[in-house]
């Protein structure tokens, strides 16, 4: 088990992702340059206060907030609940409701590793011929998705697809530092997905107006093409519920919108 970090030393490496200076980072917490070197370097200790400010303003997620706090000899602030306690309840209903409500087409809650939470009935269809092994809980979407022995093989546009999940995957690294994310990307690029045909990745995305990725899927019933959207609890104040992220497909084509509205499911 590593040795927790300093919580100077954790701070700097906040603010060096953030991409801010000492002078910009005190200036906007109003604090001076002096005292936030002093701070980083462990030569003075801020006030608990003091910490969830700048864990705000570096937009550091409740959990590393809760190591922050920690590490500056506070309590955590943030509770981690199971999405099965009692006190989630609401927001289970809240995400069931939207999952239902989206069907026919297809919508799945991950949290933060891309570990499956839930889905509709829409997703099960899409999941024919995915390798068991891959769908034992936790199940990881991207894996499934990008593994050979997964969906990888039905995609049409893998490169495009691949190309479009690692600029995601790097962007969440940048914004949580989760190592745990950088394995599951680094496994990822291990994966075969031939080469990115940068004419076709132009192509399509003039086709689409350049303004989303689709994935082309074939399936029984033609070659489907879906881009999604994502949905987070923008208030959150508990980490498990802050991590969670509703990713929504929608159709990109008249004739996969005729596919998903005629697709039975199951009941």
């Not at 700097?12 to 991409?19: A, F, I, L, S």
């Not at 602030?77 to 989206?102: F, I, N, T």
């Not at 039905?154 to 949580?176: D, G, K």
């Not at 070659?223 to 949905?231: I, N």
Request: aromatic share 6%; with cysteine; hydrophobic share 45%.
């Amino acid at each position: 088990m590593s040795t927790p970090q300093p919580f100077g030393h954790q701070l700097r490496e906040w603010r060096q992702r953030r991409h801010l200076s000492q002078l910009e980072l005190a200036g906007e917490v109003d604090i001076s340059t002096r005292h936030l070197s002093f701070v980083e370097t462990g030569r003075s200790l801020p006030s608990r206060a003091m910490v969830l400010r700048l864990a705000e303003r570096l937009a550091v997620p409740l959990r590393e907030r809760n190591q922050l706090l920690v590490a500056a000899g506070y309590a955590p602030m943030y509770s981690a609940r199971p999405l099965s306690d009692p006190q989630m309840a609401a927001a289970r209903a809240a995400v069931e409701c939207v999952l239902k409500g989206h069907e026919p087409y297809p919508a799945l809650v991950v949290d933060r590793n891309w570990s499956l939470i839930t889905a509709n009935r829409s997703v099960g269809p899409f999941l024919a011929g995915v390798d068991p092994s891959l769908l034992a809980a936790p199940a990881n979407v991207l894996r499934m998705t990008l593994h050979p022995a997964g969906l990888s093989s039905r995609i049409e546009n893998l490169a495009q697809w691949r190309s479009h999940v690692f600029a995601r995957l790097e962007r969440e690294i940048e914004l949580t530092a989760d190592k745990s994310l950088v394995s599951l990307l680094e496994e990822l690029r291990g994966y075969p997905g031939g080469e990115l045909d940068v004419e076709g990745v132009a192509s399509a995305e003039r086709g689409y107006a350049g303004v989303v990725v689709p994935l082309k899927l074939r399936t029984e019933g033609g070659v489907l093409s879906m881009f999604s959207t994502t949905t987070v609890f923008g208030t959150a104040v508990e980490v498990t519920l802050s991590e969670l992220v509703l990713e929504a497909f929608y159709p990109a084509d008249e004739v996969t919108t005729q596919a998903l509205r005629s697709m039975p499911l199951p009941a």
